[in-house]
């Protein structure tokens, strides 16, 4: 055997292309969220993780090539899963503890029945399974991160790559529209702050958008908002767990005969982050360390997340997006308005 061979920079030599794209087309995204904001003027924006996924997409007749399937495999297949395990820095189990037992049996009980009506949803529609999995827990999680973790125990399936695109776009989109409505709703049923913070963080699907609708009515709702959101981020790991033992069970799974169950070993590091940043942001010997060191871990969670976005929409044709139709629209419509109704019932069932 050669040193050449047994280098192990031979084995990184075939990646180096992808991931390269991959992160040009992050760093695009990046720069161009603020410039695209200044340039429309507008107070929501557009996330970097849609200007990537969309600028990769367009991309795709360069990218579909040999020399950068590789890299951009290992974005999407091992970089997300370490990215998402970061984000268990943003737990602290304190502040979940103080939601109260009702209100987590609330939100819970509004998760479980929105990863359901995924499947049922997507059974009636005509749609694969894997379908049903990404929409019921992007929505019933945290929008688009949870839908790239539910694809990793999503079995492979013709169409997958672009069922995950839409559900990544369309997350995004309907955050965005529950940001600007949901707040309307909450007044219209005369619910007070803190009920008004428990319904927006337990039926949007995306953090930011958490953070915008609570805003809009108060601090008191707009940290209740947080805490309830962070609730849904820690059960990323039971959700992707049942998920994919489901799918194995119903034989989508299947290897050689046996189902086969995913373990999904990032979700586990994810709960893990979650225990200790509860751990370590009360010592106060570490009150000028950990800050710091948690800041940069979920930075590169950040960019890890943008790259893996990216190398997600470089492998996504816009012909394949289109192919998709309404019901797929369907879908994720009907995830949503599961959860809308689960939590709002019982939120003014609950008094």
């Not at 084995?11 to 340039?39: C, F, H, M, N």
């Amino acid at each position: 055997m050669t040193a050449a061979t047994s280098s192990p920079l031979s084995a990184w030599r075939p990646l180096v292309d992808g991931i390269v794209l991959s992160v040009v087309v992050a760093i695009a995204s990046d720069y161009a969220e603020p410039a695209l904001k200044t340039l429309l003027g507008s107070q929501i924006g557009i996330p970097s993780v849609v200007i990537a996924l969309v600028l990769g997409m367009l991309l795709h007749p360069l990218a579909n090539a040999p020399r950068f399937v590789p890299g951009m495999s290992f974005c999407v297949k091992k970089l997300l899963r370490w990215a998402i395990a970061l984000l268990g820095l943003r737990i602290a189990l304190g502040d979940i503890i103080a939601l109260g037992l009702s209100t987590a049996l609330l939100v819970v009980a509004g998760m479980a029945l929105t990863v359901v009506s995924g499947f049922l949803l997507a059974r009636w529609l005509g749609r694969e399974s894997g379908t049903g999995a990404l929409a019921g827990v992007a929505t019933a999680v945290c929008g688009a991160s949870a839908a790239l973790a539910t694809a990793t125990v999503v079995p492979d399936y013709k169409g997958k790559s672009a069922d995950v695109a839409f559900t990544v776009i369309a997350m995004n989109a309907l955050s965005t529209l529950a940001m600007l409505g949901y707040p309307l709703i909450c007044v219209w049923l005369g619910l007070n702050a803190q009920q008004t913070g428990i319904m927006l963080g337990a039926t949007i699907h995306d953090v930011a958008q958490v953070v915008g609708a609570g805003q809009s009515v108060s601090d008191e709702a707009a940290n209740a908002a947080v805490i309830v959101k962070l609730f849904r981020v820690f059960m990323l790991l039971p959700a992707v767990l049942i998920v994919g033992w489901w799918l194995a069970r119903d034989g989508a799974g299947k290897v050689g005969g046996h189902a086969k169950v995913p373990v999904p070993v990032f979700a586990i590091v994810f709960l893990a982050l979650c225990l200790l940043n509860s751990v370590l942001a009360m010592q106060p010997a570490l009150a000028g360390i950990y800050p710091p060191i948690r800041a940069g871990l979920l930075e590169a969670s950040r960019w890890g997340l943008l790259i893996a976005i990216a190398a997600l929409g470089l492998g996504t044709s816009i012909a394949a997006m289109a192919r998709l139709g309404w019901r797929h629209l369907a879908l994720v419509t009907g995830t949503s308005l599961v959860i809308l109704v689960v939590v709002t019932g019982g939120l003014l069932a609950l008094g």
